[in-house]
């Protein structure tokens, strides 16, 4: 049994009030525990009810969407009528005359620059504190470690160091430089000395001819003396490139220049991550994701690593300092990446803390009003710290049309309020992932507008929504071809549409989705350039790797020139969203619907085996080709919609289902025996909280709210953990 603190008429984990007790409210700057739990308690008392509502016109939108496809099945004939009807019931609002945002104290990396972006599960302190220092990338490291430069014959990486790898890596950094930093009349690839002159760069070739930068002014900073600089400090493209230099490194001696590694300005921004990437399902759970979130601001969260049979402390790294091009000042960087936190969404309740009547508390409310008490231990700090602008920066995941982002926005303003925060200090991230989100999306902005620093697209959750949205309209088309029917890049190029006729130009972030294959980077280098070419000043990579090789893109494509060339794109994309991707016939061979089920079935399985028994909440799972693919609960949302889909239609049977899935556990048992830890499903499909989950979220699917996997997993997490207790 959970035993709980009872105060304000709160009954609150002890483990959690402990928690805000000792190390939050004993030394806030503000806030006094006996002020503290009353807001808090009427912020619930006031808010619960409206979140309830908001959830309860989902269910009736919803009933009114299915009742309206049972009676047209199939592709909607009638685009218009179906565009009416959306209007008619509400669904479809209209647009809002037009309106520029204005949120104010923004940090450069969201109003001036344009970089990658990470997400990382907050549960970790280890990946939180490697994400926060992957502010500056090394590029050798990058390519040197992965496919980015072939690793085939006398390239392969081997067992130790291998100097003709080097000279490639060498060779591809010496590319970029020319590509950034030209040089008048010469390559970087004929360097031999780098000085500074009157403040300006001079670079000595190996013919003894002496040339400088074609634009002079890309060279700001240097660490050492002028004469003998162990680092030059550039911007190209409002992002910082810092060449290192040293005859004495390895690399250094291999290099004609003496340049031992090229760094980059990386993961500009990182989303520490409370939603779809962590398994948090209690007090215990949701007290971890707080501490290190208080951690994070404080700047002291560390952690112990150990690594080839060392054992070190992992810490936040420090600001970075150069002087000055002329010499009279000094530059400062910030050495890490700004921290946004995502809240949960409006759905989920908890039971960390139970409300007056005994009735677990709305998720997200618990969340806003948490983060905004630790706020001050970021805002009052003098040096290293996130925001330097002043602002907290919380991404706000799964709305559903405007009212919702008001609500949010009340309820930031009510936890401003209680924690003394000056008004708007809570900045949101508006994740455009659902459907009444995505073509409402203006009218969605203008309920944020004074906070708004962030829109996103991101493909899995909202083809998960699309899918329970015209569930009764009858069979979607294969998940792979999702993205070629018309509604796909319509939702993506509106995204960015709106966001820039909102004003979001030099004010906030349009940001794309991830890059799931963090093991597929050459790949990676030669398509996710699409993104900044479709005027995205940011988007999600799984690694601080992908980072840095990402932040490629951003010195090859100025994305802001991109915004202000879409200021003219008038296109009304909202009719192209609303064609939904049902299949005109599904009399695709068998063998291709087994192929699809196979896949389906696979990549449920491997993502909740470790949701559920272990409580991971995203990693790196084989697919069933054994390519590593980054899963999080959006993808699990898609692949468990799209077979109830399939089931819903008499595409495939449940019999057909139920043999696939427990023929692809014994793929997924296979795939994890190395790990220590893991319990087999086959043989105890009945007694395996993971097994029994994975056929929930297929076979309950269609009653699921929006198809969200979240109240299906929780309850089966509580579960495995009790069984783990009992054990």
């Keep these: 049994m959970t035993e709980r603190i009872e105060t304000s008429g709160l009954q609150v984990d002890k483990v959690l009030y402990d928690f805000l007790e000792s190390q939050v409210l004993a030394q806030h700057p503000t806030v006094k525990s006996a002020d503290f739990w009353p807001g808090f308690a009427k912020i619930i008392k006031e808010l619960g009810p409206k979140n309830k509502q908001l959830l309860q016109k989902r269910d009736e939108f919803q009933a009114q969407l299915s009742a309206w496809h049972q009676q047209h099945p199939g592709p909607v004939q009638d685009q218009d009528a179906y565009k009416k009807f959306l209007q008619d019931i509400g669904y479809l609002e209209p647009e809002p005359e037009p309106f520029t945002i204005n949120p104010s104290h923004v940090d450069r990396e969201f109003a001036e620059q344009a970089g990658p972006q990470l997400v990382v599960p907050i549960l970790n302190a280890r990946y939180a504190i490697n994400a926060c220092n992957a502010r500056w990338g090394s590029l050798y490291d990058a390519l040197y470690g992965t496919d980015a430069i072939d690793q085939s014959g006398e390239l392969a990486p081997g067992e130790s160091y291998n100097a003709k790898r080097g000279d490639a890596v060498i060779a591809f950094g010496r590319e970029f430089l020319d590509q950034s930093l030209p040089l008048q009349g010469a390559s970087h690839q004929d360097a031999k000395q780098y000085q500074v002159q009157d403040g300006r760069l001079q670079v000595t070739l190996q013919n003894g001819q002496s040339v400088t930068l074609v634009n002079p002014e890309l060279f700001i900073g240097y660490q050492g003396e002028a004469q003998a600089p162990s680092s030059l400090l550039f911007l190209h493209n409002g992002l910082h490139i810092d060449v290192q230099i040293d005859a004495q490194d390895r690399i250094g001696q291999q290099d004609p220049a003496h340049i031992k590694d090229i760094i980059l300005e990386a993961a500009l921004s990182t989303i520490m991550d409370m939603e779809d990437s962590v398994a948090a399902v209690d007090g215990e759970d949701k007290t971890l994701a707080y501490k290190n979130w208080l951690g994070l601001m404080r700047g002291d969260l560390t952690e112990e690593v150990s690594k080839n049979g060392k054992t070190f402390i992992r810490r936040m790294n420090p600001d970075r300092e150069y002087t000055a091009a002329n010499g009279k000042k000094t530059i400062v960087l910030g050495g890490r990446s700004l921290m946004l936190v995502r809240n949960v969404g409006h759905l989920m309740t908890n039971p960390a803390i139970l409300d007056q009547n005994g009735d677990e508390v709305y998720e997200g409310i618990m969340d806003a009003v ?231 079935c696979q990549s449920l399985l491997g993502y909740v085996v470790r949701w559920v028994e272990q409580g991971v909440g995203c990693s790196k799972v084989p697919d069933i080709n054994n390519i590593g693919l980054m899963e999080d609960r959006a993808t699990l949302r898609i692949s468990s919609q799209h077979i109830c889909n399939w089931l819903v239609h008499g595409v495939v049977t449940k019999e057909q289902v139920q043999a696939t899935l427990e023929r692809m556990a014994a793929v997924v048992d296979a795939q994890n025996q190395g790990d220590a830890h893991y319990v087999p499903m086959v043989g105890r499909f009945e007694q395996s909280p993971a097994f029994r989950a994975a056929c929930d979220l297929i076979y309950k699917g269609q009653e699921q709210p929006s198809g969200y996997t979240e109240p299906l997993l929780h309850h089966w997490r509580q579960i495995a953990k009790k069984q783990a207790l009992s054990s």
């Design 370 to 600: 948490v983060t905004a008490l630790i706020a001050p231990f970021d805002l009052n700090r003098q040096d290293n710290k996130n925001s330097r602008a002043g602002s907290v920066y919380i991404v706000k995941p799964k709305m559903h049309g405007p009212a919702e982002v008001a609500f949010a926005n009340e309820l930031f303003t009510a936890a401003e309020q209680l924690t003394q925060l000056p008004a708007n200090t809570l900045k949101m991230g508006l994740m455009d992932e659902e459907r009444r989100t995505s073509i409402n999306l203006r009218a969605c902005i203008l309920q944020a507008k004074d906070r708004l620093v962030f829109i996103n697209t991101g493909f899995l959750d909202r083809t998960g929504d699309e899918i329970h949205t015209i569930m009764s309209g009858g069979a979607v088309v294969p998940k792979n071809d999702i993205k070629n029917t018309t509604w796909f890049p319509a939702y993506e190029k509106n995204n960015v549409q709106t966001g820039v006729l909102c004003g979001l130009i030099g004010r906030a972030q349009i940001g794309k989705g991830m890059w799931a294959m963090p093991d597929l980077m050459h790949k990676m280098l030669t398509e996710k350039i699409a993104h900044p070419k479709s005027g995205a000043n940011t988007a999600w990579v799984p690694s601080p790797t992908g980072a840095t090789l990402h932040a490629i893109h951003y010195h090859q494509v100025n994305v802001f020139e991109v915004q202000k060339q879409l200021l003219d794109d008038t296109h009304n994309y909202v009719d192209e969203i609303l064609v939904p991707p049902l299949a005109a016939h599904t009399d695709w061979e068998a063998k291709a619907i087994q192929h699809e089920l196979d896949n389906n």
